[in-house]
């Protein structure tokens, strides 16, 4: 459908691939299966269906999730700025550390390899431990970092403490993604991130121009005080309003499946179990998956659901109020009925079952429609989250490389964040020099060109794509693909080109300062619109994946961002801005065009390597 190629022999359900709007007058849309899912006031079908459970982040109300989605944001803005943060001051710090231009690219190098190892740490320990206690270590870190180089007096210790805050830095660009995602559903996303995008990549482009008239006023030390002021300001609104968004959607069986299994339990003791005896005692009662009076494995499985969801909800005292002061006999907590009594037989099994469904699903209500006190969100530490071993977790980003759905997005965002360094390390030897002579602050003012262009492209990718997705879904008969999302890959592809290119021959030539400026703006507009495209791709690719995805993503980001810092002096120094510029352009058009067989083959390729299971044993 829509030029986007169908497998030969589809599978049931093909990751990313997901129901979105309803099509009720569409023979071929698979009503069945849409069949009881939730649905928003305009018809649009929820994805991931979020569990009837109030402490849900998905049902979190939106002003809790758009304030987390705030604070993750300016701690993101905080770290995106740290990147550039030196570029007005180089002159400054080569005339005091008496290095080359060639030794002070490395700041920005090293300090994005950081970030890039920092992720492969941070990341497998979220997926284990939860990501807020993650959010809130990482930023003592960075912290730290931030102090050090505020006292650093040469340039090794500068340096060090770049590595630092690198490390400390990671999180705020590997995880946030897949929080969005664990607090928005799929048609919510794209704006979403296109916010986290516009402020991580703002920070990138506003930071050199605060940098400079802070240098220019007071010296370039203060630059990182003011930076430890924020990070501490951003430490305590993360402590207050990032709140833990892990949720086990592992499904629950419905009152069908519980009235199947309880059919097939009777039938199956009355030809394999003897019949029970008269005298036992039958006042047995609900308190956990190990004492319960279920006498079916059914209804065990449905008791251990239900303090798995105690669990995850870590709502003790709902708990506490289901089982208060409960013995091995009787439930004293009124409204939870017992679930047997001495009138009843335990011979009569039906009657029984019957009585544990409803016993079952009163408890599930209660504990269900009880909200977490706001305190209780607070702690740090909510227990650990999987199973699986923090060394399987850490393989899993590297096994994604092998996914075209990963990689091709991987180089599409790598791309649009380098270029940005780029320009941070190429435009001061351009602008303090002849023809125009510009002052620290002066060089920072460009950026403003650059931030204007960044929020309309996040605007842009945030409401417009979302548009596109939805008109494409009703003539797809409701079914959303992914792959829908890159064709916002071709106004990518203009503008990043046209950027990078014109920037390069404008500045070559000596044109008016406005005119480099405009192509800083066009630049901006493309590279926020290809990263909130490219984090958008992966995620409703494989959303079970979305951390190590974006692990992936920014590792390979770092990797070539430290690989630009050493490359780019020279090739700079020896072919000049023009010739440069231009093969930088050239690049991204040939990285751009591989969307056209990503569209076309993007569903394909999923399938292929869903049934591959390359993951599987990495779980």
């Known amino acids: 459908m829509l030029w986007v190629k169908e497998p030969a022999h589809p599978n049931e359900q093909i990751s990313g691939t997901v129901y979105m709007l309803n099509v009720p007058d569409d023979a ?13 006031s305009k018809g649009v079908i929820l994805s991931p269906q ?32 740290l990147t550039p943060i030196l570029a007005p001051v180089m002159g400054t710090l080569g005339k005091e550390f008496n290095k080359k231009l060639t030794d002070l690219t490395y700041f920005v190098g090293v300090y994005m390899v950081s970030m890039g190892v920092g992720s492969v740490f941070f990341a497998p320990v979220a997926v284990v431990y939860g990501k807020r206690l993650i959010y809130l270590i990482s930023l003592l870190i960075l912290l730290a970092g931030l102090i050090w180089a505020a006292n650093a007096d040469s340039y090794g210790s500068l340096m060090g403490a770049r590595v630092l805050s690198g490390i400390g830095a990671a999180p705020a660009e590997s995880l946030p993604s897949t929080t969005i995602a664990e607090i928005y559903f799929a048609h919510e996303r794209a704006y979403r991130l296109g916010i986290y995008t516009l402020l991580l990549l703002g920070g990138k482009n506003l930071s050199p121009l605060v940098s400079g008239f802070v240098a220019n006023r007071l010296n ?50 009355q030809r394999q179990l003897p019949p029970w005896s008269s005298d036992m005692n039958p006042g047995a009662t609900f308190r956990s998956s190990h004492n319960s009076a279920y006498s079916s494995g059914s209804e065990n499985h449905r ?69 977490v006190p706001f305190f209780h969100n607070l702690r740090v530490y909510t227990g650990r989250k999987t199973d699986s071993s923090i060394f399987k977790v850490f393989l899993r980003p590297f096994v994604l490389f092998c996914y075209p759905s990963v990689l091709y997005p991987t180089l599409i965002y790598s791309t649009s964040v380098v270029w940005l360094s780029v320009i941070a390390e190429t435009i001061n030897s351009l602008f303090t020099s002849e023809p125009y002579y510009f002052k620290q602050t002066s060089v920072g003012l460009l950026y403003v060109a650059m931030f204007v262009g960044g929020f309309l492209g996040s605007a842009v990718a945030g409401k417009f794509s979302d548009y596109i997705v939805r008109f494409m879904c009703n003539k797809n008969n409701g079914i959303y693909e992914p792959e829908f999302r890159l064709i916002m890959i071709f106004p990518v592809m203009l503008a990043v080109s046209i950027g990078l290119m014109g920037f390069g021959w404008s500045t070559f030539d000596g044109d008016l300062w406005i005119v480099p400026a405009i192509f800083m703006g066009i630049l901006g507009f493309g590279c926020s619109l290809a990263s909130t495209v490219s984090i958008t791709y992966v995620v409703d690719c494989y959303r079970v994946f979305a951390s190590e995805s974006l692990v992936t993503l920014n590792l390979a980001k770092n990797v070539l961002g430290l690989a630009f810092s050493i490359f780019v002096p020279y090739f700079f120094e020896a072919s000049g801005a023009k010739t440069s510029y231009v093969v930088y352009g050239c690049v991204e058009i040939a990285l751009c065009l591989l969307a056209i067989p990503m569209y076309r083959y993007g569903k394909v390729m999923r399938q292929y390597f869903d049934d591959l299971k390359l993951m599987k044993n990495l779980y």
């Not at 569990?51 to 982040?57: E, G, I, K, L, T």
């Not at 009594?341 to 039906?350: I, K, Q, V």
């Not at 544990?356 to 699903?361: I, K, L, N, S």
Request: negative net charge; aromatic residues 8%.
């Open 28 to 40: 071929d849309c698979g009503t069945n299966e849409k069949e009881g899912l939730k649905q928003n």
């Open 50 to 81: 979020p569990q009837n459970d109030v402490n849900d982040p998905l049902n979190w109300p939106i002003w809790r999730r758009d304030i987390s989605l705030l604070a993750i944001s300016v701690h993101a803005l905080l770290v995106g700025g």
């Open 220 to 269: 370039w030390h203060w630059i990182f005080w003011i930076a430890s002021i924020i990070c501490g300001f951003v430490l305590v609104c993360s402590f207050l309003f990032v709140h833990e968004t892990f949720w086990d959607r592992t499904p629950l069986p419905d009152k069908r499946s519980r009235e199947e299994s309880r059919q097939a339990d009777i039938a199956r003791q």
């Open 303 to 371: 008791t251990e659901s239900i303090v798995s969801i105690h669990d995850n909800t870590h709502n003790n005292i709902a708990y506490d109020a289901l089982t208060n002061d409960a013995n091995d006999n009787d439930v004293h907590n009124e409204n939870v009925h017992a679930i047997s009594s001495n009138t009843h037989d335990f011979n009569d099994s039906h009657s029984m079952s019957k009585h544990e469904t409803h016993d079952t699903e009163s408890i599930i209500s209660m504990i269900n429609t009880i909200r």
